[in-house]
């Protein structure tokens, strides 16, 4: 079992940055991500790192995020810059154990096997 753990969340104005960041307790992973989900809506891909080190990015992102790891540290981040209103959501880490392609495992939470408990980002215009 992995444990994911994410902190960097918080309150800004639009077009202000937050980085988020998310620490796995082990190494049973092939594959990370960042997922969003508003109360009533479906669970949304913002960008994937996966096995082979390729990484893409939900349409929304439109060059304003940034997904990077580090593994010594175990750590995924999730640079984001000129924030939006519509960003407001609860931000989740993921991990899971497939080689799947970083554009496929966008649209596939499923394939996710590890989740943290979620980091509010609220964006005010």
């Known amino acids: 079992q992995v444990q994911m753990t994410e902190s960097g969340g918080g309150s800004v104005q639009s077009g202000g940055s937050l980085r988020l960041s998310c620490v796995a307790s082990g190494y049973l992973y092939n594959h990370m991500g960042w997922f969003r989900q508003a109360p009533g809506k479906e669970r949304e891909g913002v960008a994937i790192?996966?096995?082979?080190?390729?990484?893409s990015y939900g349409d929304f992102v439109k060059g304003r995020f940034t997904i990077s790891q580090d593994n010594a540290k175990r750590t995924l981040y999730l640079q984001m810059d000129s924030l939006k209103a519509e960003d407001t959501d609860m931000y989740y880490c993921?991990?899971?154990?497939?080689?799947?392609?970083?554009?496929?495992?966008?649209?596939?939470?499923?394939?996710?096997?590890?989740w943290g408990q979620g980091t509010q980002v609220t964006v005010s215009s």
């Open positions: 993921a991990a899971g154990r497939g080689v799947g392609d970083a554009w496929a495992l966008l649209q596939a939470p499923a394939d996710f096997h590890y």
């Open positions: 790192a996966d096995f082979h080190g390729n990484k």
